[in-house]
């Protein structure tokens, strides 16, 4: 049968989707109006669709989940989590999303939560609106105020987030960032990321030091391929960037925004990239693109990709290596918590979020450059089907009968894992026991040096809005005025909520100039030598030695893309 | 903020007239840029009819929210209520204003009907009323942990408690620890150091990354 256009979902008449099998029904809004209406995911022969229609603006049709068998596997293993104990905004949320936050009825605490240090930018990227240009406000809370901000996270009740993402703007572009980071770690949090081009580091030796001496635990950078095509904004400056990192034993998360027909065909790409640099880069965490903002239709149709699209070309690039099948959605991982957390009695992360927004899968790279997922040698599915029956037995027992039913259920895990598999390097048991009985997490980021971790987030647009997925997000901003935002509230209606909130904490430019004599906001741009860059000794090693594990390599060049004609322009 | 913004909202104006203003507030010594003093908050009893139905409630609620002036706005369907915090005309701030009159002409657009002695008014101090609140917040409920009942959770709750405040303060003493060591690894940036610094087992600094996103 001739493979039907990508874009063809779209175009049938109502009718005939009308008759497509339904799966779910959620609640979501009108992408003009923002009315909430009734989303119905339905069946369309491998694709997960979502229709809705407004009274004022007719019917809206959208790509969910590009696979209907992924679908159904992951979300077999949703749960809800518990929410907080103390929301910042306790009001009861029956005008979710505009109720934010979070509310009484958010149902995740915050797992990883985002602070906005600033608005300026050393980049002008053409499809960003956040970066304060000419003449506007710049939003910069002072190192007082972010301790507030920390600290009001920290307080949330009964699990306080313990990873914060430092994001901006550009970060580095503060003076005071390492004692931004040591505040975050006073405040508690253990896991603290930034979100940087990285560009500055490039600039600035020495700096990724002092950084992670400050607390740094990753660098969450934006990394869109390996080609200068795909990745005209960090392209020339990632092997400085990879060495510095390396030089400071500063882990780096690598995320590429997934957009179709754009850099989609590099994915094997840069996971083959991440894999010969695995000594530092921790992890690619991919984002199909989230396509928030008036767009043509046309346009929005062939560019939009959502994480099993994403998955699916994974495997096609890599040749089966990292299939569909190894991946698993967040929630999974919620379930090894809750064990933990039943056996012994003390609060533990919950991974609450829903399971259409995020997966994930690790990767083992072994000694003989063999690339080996997870699942190839844990059966992932089974192990935590039992650890949550052994959940659900636990509840209401004392607690000797407790660490019995923990105890037959550890003896148990030896049968998830096929031993022959296994990369030669790691047993898996040993780790897994470990972990369960010393909680001894340690051996699992010793693990990490060896292992990739790929995952997914697709944040929601007006078009695949799910307010199901949005009420349990634990991606969260908090602000300035003491409100924490779910990620998918604050960028999807930024009129309501990130602009407003920030437009009303910043600091006008008039009072920003004189407080800066000198600054400028085209000081602040960066400007590139590509000639230099090219010639430097790192840049070839980087890109020209690279090592092929997954067979990715020699791939046609890609054709000129949107980004790079706007960069020509 | 395009330049329409400006204009229609008098934000400009705002900042002139009220250049001298303080953003700056202070709190157990700290100095915190809060943009708000006194504002005003609006209940209004409304016919259900008007509101339509939740949906409607929630887009209206949406509706208000976009005005920068609107600093909350709730549209209680079930109870036929919309209660309105707002920086008045006559405060002194440099952020948009708005007056009640304005507002009530945005719900008489929306097809709600607002009848003037169903409006209670109040002021409403900015900072003590929201802000702070916002950053202490109530706790409105108790979760247990999974498996485990209120009463047997009552128990040991305490003891839970101090020992997650423990493990606070022993990571950070971890924490720095493991910077002396990183300061004697790297003398190019932090200079020479003489004493001989191990690493504790446990104390790489590193942190847990698990997950993902
Ligand atoms: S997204 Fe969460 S915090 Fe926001 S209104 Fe919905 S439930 Fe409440
Ligand atoms: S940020 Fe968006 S995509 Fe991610 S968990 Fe939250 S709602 Fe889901
Ligand atoms: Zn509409």
């Given at each position: 049968?001739?493979?039907?256009?990508?874009?063809?979902?779209?175009?049938?008449?109502?009718?005939?989707?009308?008759?497509?099998?339904?799966?779910?029904?959620?609640?979501?809004?009108?992408?003009?109006?923002?009315?909430?209406?009734?989303?119905?995911?339905?069946?369309?022969?491998?694709?997960?669709?979502?229709?809705?229609?407004?009274?004022?603006?007719?019917?809206?049709?959208?790509?969910?989940?590009?696979?209907?068998?992924?679908?159904?596997?992951?979300?077999?293993?949703?749960?809800?989590?518990?929410?907080?104990?103390?929301?910042?905004?306790?009001?009861?949320?029956?005008?979710?999303?505009?109720?934010?936050?979070?509310?009484?009825?958010?149902?995740?605490?915050?797992?990883?939560?985002?602070?906005v240090v600033t608005n300026r930018c050393h980049l002008s990227?053409?499809?960003?609106?956040f970066y304060a240009k000419e003449g506007e406000p710049v939003y910069e809370p002072t190192l007082t105020e972010l301790?507030?901000?920390?600290?009001?996270?920290?307080?949330?009740?009964?699990?306080?987030?313990?990873?914060?993402?430092?994001?901006g703007g550009e970060p580095l572009l503060r003076p005071d960032i390492e004692d931004i980071?040591?505040?975050?770690?006073?405040?508690?949090?253990?896991?603290?990321?930034?979100?940087t081009t990285?560009i500055v580091l490039s600039q600035k030796p020495g700096l990724?030091?002092r950084?992670?001496?400050?607390?740094?635990?990753?660098?969450?950078?934006?990394?869109?391929?390996?080609?200068?095509?795909?990745?005209?904004?960090?392209?020339?400056?990632?092997?400085?960037?990879?060495?510095?990192?390396?030089?400071?034993?500063?882990?780096?998360?690598?995320?590429?925004?997934?957009?179709?027909?754009?850099?989609?065909?590099?994915?094997?790409?840069?996971?083959?990239?991440?894999?010969?640099?695995?000594?530092?880069?921790?992890?690619?965490?991919?984002?199909?693109?989230?396509?928030?903002?008036?767009?043509?239709?046309?346009?929005?149709?062939?560019?939009?990709?959502?994480?099993?699209?994403?998955?699916?070309?994974?495997?096609?690039?890599?040749?089966?290596?990292?299939?569909?099948?190894?991946?698993?959605?967040?929630?999974?991982?919620?379930?090894?918590?809750?064990?933990?957390?039943?056996?012994?009695?003390?609060?533990?992360?919950?991974?609450?979020?829903?399971?259409?927004?995020?997966?994930?899968?690790?990767?083992?790279?072994?000694?003989?450059?063999?690339?080996?997922?997870?699942?190839?040698?844990?059966?992932?599915?089974?192990?935590?089907?039992?650890?949550?029956?052994?959940?659900?037995?636990?509840?209401?027992?004392?607690?000797?009968?407790?660490?019995?039913?923990?105890?037959?259920?550890?003896?148990?895990?030896?049968?998830?894992?096929?031993?022959?598999?296994?990369?030669?390097?790691?047993?898996?048991?040993?780790?897994?026991?470990?972990?369960?009985?010393?909680?001894?997490?340690?051996?699992?980021?010793?693990?990490?040096?060896?292992?990739?971790?790929?995952?997914?987030?697709?944040?929601?647009?007006?078009?695949?809005?799910?307010?199901?997925?949005?009420?349990?997000?634990?991606?969260?901003?908090?602000?300035?005025?003491?409100?924490?935002?779910?990620?998918?509230?604050?960028?999807?209606?930024?009129?309501?909520?990130?602009?407003?909130?920030?437009?009303?904490?910043s600091i006008p430019s008039k009072e920003w100039e004189a407080k800066h004599p000198g600054w400028t906001y085209a000081s602040d741009k960066y400007h590139r030598d590509?000639?230099?860059?090219?010639?430097?000794?790192?840049?070839?090693?980087?890109?020209?030695?690279?090592?092929?594990?997954?067979?990715?390599?020699?791939?046609?060049?890609?054709?000129?893309?949107?980004?790079?004609?706007?960069?020509?322009? | 903020?395009?330049?329409?913004?400006?204009?229609?909202?008098?934000?400009?104006?705002?900042l002139?007239?009220?250049e001298?203003?303080n953003e700056i507030?202070?709190?157990?010594?700290?100095q915190?840029r809060?943009?708000?003093?006194?504002?005003?908050?609006?209940?209004?009893?409304?016919?259900?009819?008007?509101?339509?139905?939740?949906?409607?409630?929630?887009?209206?609620?949406?509706?208000?929210?976009?005005?920068?002036?609107?600093?909350?706005?709730?549209?209680?369907?079930?109870?036929?209520?919309?209660?309105?915090?707002?920086?008045?005309?006559?405060?002194?701030?440099?952020?948009?204003?708005?007056?009640?009159?304005?507002?009530?002409?945005?719900?008489?657009?929306?097809?709600?009907?607002?009848?003037?002695?169903?409006?209670?008014?109040?002021?409403?101090?900015?900072?003590?009323?929201?802000?702070?609140?916002?950053?202490?917040?109530?706790?409105?409920?108790?979760?247990?942990?999974?498996?485990?009942?209120?009463?047997?959770?009552?128990?040991?709750?305490?003891?839970?408690?101090?020992?997650?405040?423990?493990?606070?303060?022993?990571?950070?003493?971890?924490?720095?620890?493991?910077?002396?060591?990183?300061?004697?690894?790297?003398?190019?940036?932090?200079?020479?150091?003489?004493?001989?610094?191990?690493?504790?087992?446990?104390?790489?600094?590193?942190?847990?990354?698990?997950?993902?996103?």
């Open positions: 049968m001739e493979k039907e256009d990508i874009t063809a979902p779209y175009h049938r008449n109502i009718e005939e989707i009308e008759k497509m099998p339904i799966l779910d029904r959620t609640m979501t809004v009108c992408p003009e109006c923002k009315l909430v209406i009734e989303g119905i995911i339905y069946k369309d022969g491998e694709n997960v669709m979502i229709r809705k229609h407004c009274p004022e603006h007719g019917w809206f049709i959208e790509k969910y989940w590009e696979d209907y068998d992924m679908y159904m596997k992951m979300r077999s293993l949703n749960y809800f989590g518990r929410g907080i104990d103390n929301p910042n905004y306790a009001v009861t949320g029956e005008n979710c999303p505009f109720d934010c936050g979070l509310c009484d009825r958010h149902k995740s605490h915050t797992g990883l939560a985002n602070v990227c053409w499809y960003c609106f301790k507030h901000i920390f600290k009001n996270l920290r307080s949330q009740k009964p699990i306080p987030p313990n990873a914060i993402q430092i994001t980071i040591y505040a975050a770690k006073e405040a508690g949090f253990d896991q603290i990321q930034l979100n990285g990724a030091i950084l992670r001496h400050a607390g740094t635990s990753t660098l969450y950078m934006s990394f869109d391929g390996v080609s200068k095509r795909a990745n005209p904004k960090n392209h020339w400056e990632i092997p400085i960037i990879l060495n510095e990192a390396r030089k400071a034993n500063l882990g780096i998360v690598l995320v590429p925004t997934v957009i179709r027909g754009i850099n989609d065909q590099e994915l094997g790409q840069i996971i083959n990239f991440a894999l010969n640099n695995i000594d530092i880069v921790r992890a690619v965490n991919f984002q199909p693109v989230s396509l928030v903002g008036r767009m043509p239709d046309r346009l929005r149709e062939k560019q939009r990709i959502t994480i099993p699209g994403a998955i699916k070309l994974i495997e096609e690039q890599t040749h089966g290596v990292i299939a569909k099948e190894d991946w698993f959605s967040v929630p999974y991982a919620g379930g090894i918590n809750k064990f933990i957390e039943a056996l012994s009695g003390e609060f533990k992360y919950d991974l609450s979020i829903h399971f259409a927004c995020g997966a994930g899968t690790y990767i083992f790279l072994d000694s003989d450059g063999k690339v080996i997922p997870i699942t190839r040698f844990v059966d992932v599915e089974g192990l935590l089907d039992s650890l949550q029956k052994a959940v659900n037995e636990m509840e209401g027992k004392n607690k000797i009968e407790r660490k019995i039913i923990a105890l037959r259920t550890l003896m148990g895990i030896k049968k998830f894992i096929d031993k022959n598999k296994q990369p030669k390097s790691v047993n898996f048991t040993k780790l897994l026991l470990s972990i369960f009985i010393k909680r001894d997490f340690a051996s699992m980021a010793a693990l990490q040096m060896k292992t990739l971790f790929l995952g997914m987030m697709h944040f929601q647009d007006e078009y695949t809005y799910d307010i199901h997925r949005v009420e349990k997000c634990d991606i969260h901003y908090a602000m300035p005025d003491g409100k924490v935002l779910p990620f998918c509230t604050f960028n999807v209606f930024p009129e309501v909520y990130r602009d407003k909130i920030q437009r009303a904490y590509v000639k230099s860059l090219e010639s430097n000794e790192l840049y070839k090693k980087t890109y020209l030695e690279m090592k092929d594990y997954l067979g990715v390599m020699n791939k046609v060049q890609m054709p000129q893309t949107i980004i790079e004609k706007e960069v020509e322009k | 903020m395009n330049k329409e913004d400006i204009n229609t909202n008098g934000f400009l104006n705002d002139n007239n009220n001298d203003f507030i202070e709190i157990d010594g700290n915190y809060v943009p708000y003093r006194k504002v005003k908050e609006i209940t209004i009893n409304v016919d259900k009819k008007d509101l339509i139905d939740m949906p409607h409630s929630t887009r209206l609620q949406y509706r208000l929210l976009l005005n920068d002036a609107i600093l909350r706005a709730r549209v209680e369907f079930i109870k036929g209520k919309i209660t309105i915090v707002y920086n008045p005309t006559d405060a002194v701030n440099r952020k948009p204003k708005i007056s009640r009159d304005e507002i009530i002409k945005i719900l008489n657009e929306n097809g709600v009907k607002v009848e003037k002695d169903k409006i209670e008014e109040r002021d409403l101090d900015y900072v003590e009323e929201i802000y702070k609140k916002q950053f202490e917040p109530q706790q409105i409920r108790e979760s247990v942990p999974y498996g485990y009942t209120k009463e047997e959770w009552k128990k040991y709750k305490d003891a839970f408690w101090s020992k997650v405040d423990k493990n606070n303060k022993s990571k950070l003493e971890s924490f720095k620890e493991w910077q002396k060591y990183y300061e004697s690894q790297h003398p190019d940036i932090f200079g020479t150091i003489k004493e001989k610094i191990k690493l504790k087992k446990g104390s790489n600094g590193k942190g847990f990354w698990f997950h993902g996103i």
